[in-house]
């Protein structure tokens, strides 16, 4: 008679199993990793992103293509340049930055405007809007905040630039020339 071979052939299903659930662990671990990856490059996109729409912006107030809505503060969204999710607000001098909810649907920018100028009235009695161009220093301090929608919770959302620029680029070369006669026509 012939005897049977003892040696075993092939795997059993709990050697089976134990692979499985170890190269599934591995591939989670590397779909984690890739994933953690792709939000990261998204992020540091958009933070690339604001910060050449910013600096465009400060270009654009160096030209002088804001003089005429300057002195009551600017925002808005960057949709003219195809983003429509990146938004910007300019604070000159020593005003502040209003908070805004970057998930919101719009901003308005002129109900802001309206509001800072409110919170400078009630703040300080002595505030007169005309002395705002009775500035005799040469540079103006601009800050341009770009806000946008993040990936990420725990990323931030938002980048600041901040620029000395020549106070007539800011305003106008005659602003105050304009102002003075503005002023002397009202008399």
Not at 2 to 27: M, P, Y
Not at 63 to 73: M, N, V
Not at 109 to 118: G, P
Not at 130 to 147: A, H, L, S, W
Request: with cysteine; aromatic share 10%; net charge negative.
């Amino acid at each position: 008679m012939r005897q049977l071979a003892s040696t075993r052939s092939g795997l059993t299903l709990a050697e089976v199993a134990v692979t499985i659930a170890i190269v599934s662990i591995a591939i989670m671990g590397c779909l984690q990793g890739l994933e953690r990856t792709v939000l990261t490059a998204a992020h540091t996109r958009n933070t690339r992103l604001a910060r050449e729409l910013g600096l465009l912006t400060l270009g654009q107030i160096e030209a002088g293509l804001f003089w005429d809505e300057i002195d009551t503060g600017l925002g808005g969204s960057y949709s003219d340049e195809g983003y429509p999710s990146f938004f910007y607000e300019i604070a000159l001098g020593d005003d502040t930055f209003v908070e805004v909810d970057p998930n919101a649907e719009n901003f308005d920018s002129w109900a802001y405007r309206e509001e800072v100028r409110q919170r400078r009235l009630e703040q300080d009695d002595d505030y007169n809007e005309d002395d705002e161009f009775q500035n005799d220093e040469p540079y103006e301090q601009v800050r341009v905040k770009v806000t946008f929608g993040g990936v990420q919770v725990d990323q931030p959302r938002e980048l600041l630039l901040e620029k000395w620029i020549r106070w007539d680029q800011v305003y106008g070369p005659n602003a105050e020339e304009a102002r003075e006669r503005s002023d002397a026509d009202d008399v």
